[in-house]
């Protein structure tokens, strides 16, 4: 619970950041309004063409009664509508991520920097993270495409068709939702996706916590582009809570005028000897006596002859 909880407060503190830095927020949404505007496109086709894929797909239902054909038509044609739409979601992000990775890697970056401790991205070039990311992407809708093949299998399933799977179906796109949103932030600390993946299933709180309110927001219009640039801030945050990023030594700031420092953070100073408490050595020979042989060490002056009268200036 306690990971749920975190998780939700993840996604918070990810719309609060944006809603403290405007000019990022607008700049975040360029790349969900592009690709929003291709999936409204092809779910207002999928509508239009829903029916004639329940018909195609149930020619056996050709000569039906009237009210059992067009039962089992239009339920199909729904769930077919309800399936692309499910997809919609599991793929809105990893779509937004692809064509806005330049505009979310510096998102990212500045949620960092504001944050302290950014970590030093790889140095590769554009044409290759945008390849690392189709990649990833891929990776995660294979995934996501299973699952979502059984669930809409076990759909037909009656009761828990209409009870579990619709809860699971939320706990899985939440989970995959959760796995895209923090891939930039990820990859920028150089993890790799099977790492991502091992990460997130060890916290699946966290990750139902994140992921499963934006899948429920996403569901309403707009939504989506609203919230994407304080998903992708919130997923930097829940990052660095994956993967702390350890500062280099001596990068701290330095204490303002007035300020005492930070006894843990002044360096220890080794002891210097004190050279003036220095013994002579034990087998040195001048420590004891003078040496023996010195010519300087008599008095050579004393056995000179005396002036015949007595000096004035010689005391007694």
């Given at each position: 619970?306690?990971?749920?909880?975190?998780?939700?407060?993840?996604?918070?503190?990810?719309?609060?950041?944006?809603?403290?830095?405007?000019?990022?927020?607008?700049?975040?949404?360029?790349?969900?309004?592009?690709?929003?505007?291709?999936?409204?496109?092809?779910?207002?086709?999928?509508?239009?063409?829903?029916?004639?894929?329940?018909?195609?797909?149930?020619?056996?239902?050709?000569?039906?009664?009237?009210?059992?054909?067009?039962?089992?038509?239009?339920?199909?044609?729904?769930?077919?509508?309800?399936?692309?739409?499910?997809?919609?979601?599991?793929?809105?992000?990893?779509?937004?991520?692809?064509?806005?990775?330049?505009?979310?890697?510096?998102?990212?970056?500045?949620?960092?920097?504001?944050?302290?401790?950014?970590p030093t991205p790889p140095d590769v070039p554009l044409w290759?993270?945008?390849?690392?990311?189709?990649?990833?992407?891929?990776?995660?809708?294979?995934?996501?495409?299973?699952?979502?093949?059984?669930?809409?299998?076990?759909?037909?399933?009656?009761?828990?068709?209409?009870?579990?799977?619709?809860?699971?179906?939320?706990?899985?796109?939440?989970?995959?939702?959760?796995?895209?949103?923090?891939?930039?932030?990820?990859?920028?600390?150089?993890?790799?996706?099977?790492?991502?993946?091992?990460?997130?299933?060890?916290?699946?709180?966290?990750?139902?916590?994140?992921?499963?309110?934006?899948?429920?927001?996403?569901?309403?219009?707009?939504?989506?582009?609203?919230?994407?640039?304080?998903?992708?801030?919130?997923?930097?945050?829940?990052?660095?809570?994956?993967?702390?990023?350890?500062?280099?030594?001596?990068?701290?700031?330095?204490?303002?005028?007035?300020?005492?420092?930070?006894?843990?953070?002044?360096?220890?100073?080794?002891?210097?000897?004190?050279?003036?408490?220095?013994?002579?050595?034990?087998?040195?020979?001048?420590?004891?006596?003078?040496?023996?042989?010195?010519?300087?060490?008599?008095?050579?002056?004393?056995?000179?002859?005396?002036?015949?009268?007595?000096?004035?200036?010689?005391?007694?």
């Amino acid at each position: 619970m306690r990971d749920l909880a975190a998780g939700i407060g993840y996604l918070a503190k990810g719309q609060k950041w944006v809603a403290r830095h405007g000019r990022w927020w607008a700049f975040g949404m360029i790349p969900a309004l592009i690709t929003l505007a291709g999936y409204v496109v092809a779910l207002f086709l999928l509508g239009g063409w829903a029916g004639d894929i329940a018909a195609w797909a149930t020619p056996f239902a050709d000569h039906w009664t009237s009210f059992w054909q067009d039962l089992l038509r239009t339920t199909l044609a729904a769930l077919v509508f309800v399936g692309g739409l499910l997809l919609s979601v599991l793929t809105f992000t990893a779509v937004t991520l692809l064509v806005g990775q330049p505009f979310y890697e510096e998102l990212c970056e500045k949620v960092d920097e504001t944050e302290g401790g950014a970590p030093t991205p790889p140095d590769v070039p554009l044409w290759r993270e945008l390849v690392v990311a189709a990649r990833d992407s891929l990776f995660v809708l294979v995934r996501a495409g299973g699952f979502g093949v059984l669930l809409f299998a076990a759909g037909f399933v009656p009761v828990v068709g209409q009870t579990v799977v619709p809860v699971l179906g939320f706990l899985v796109s939440g989970f995959f939702l959760t796995l895209e949103l923090t891939s930039v932030a990820l990859q920028r600390r150089g993890v790799p996706q099977r790492e991502r993946l091992r990460l997130l299933r060890g916290r699946l709180g966290l990750a139902f916590g994140f992921g499963v309110p934006l899948v429920l927001g996403f569901l309403v219009p707009l939504v989506t582009v609203v919230a994407m640039p304080g998903a992708v801030a919130g997923a930097t945050l829940l990052a660095r809570d994956l993967v702390p990023v350890q500062e280099e030594p001596g990068t701290d700031e330095e204490p303002e005028e007035g300020e005492s420092p930070d006894p843990a953070a002044v360096p220890e100073v080794p002891d210097v000897p004190e050279y003036r408490a220095q013994r002579p050595a034990a087998a040195n020979p001048y420590a004891e006596a003078p040496y023996p042989d010195n010519p300087y060490a008599q008095d050579t002056y004393a056995a000179a002859p005396q002036a015949a009268e007595p000096n004035p200036y010689r005391s007694a």
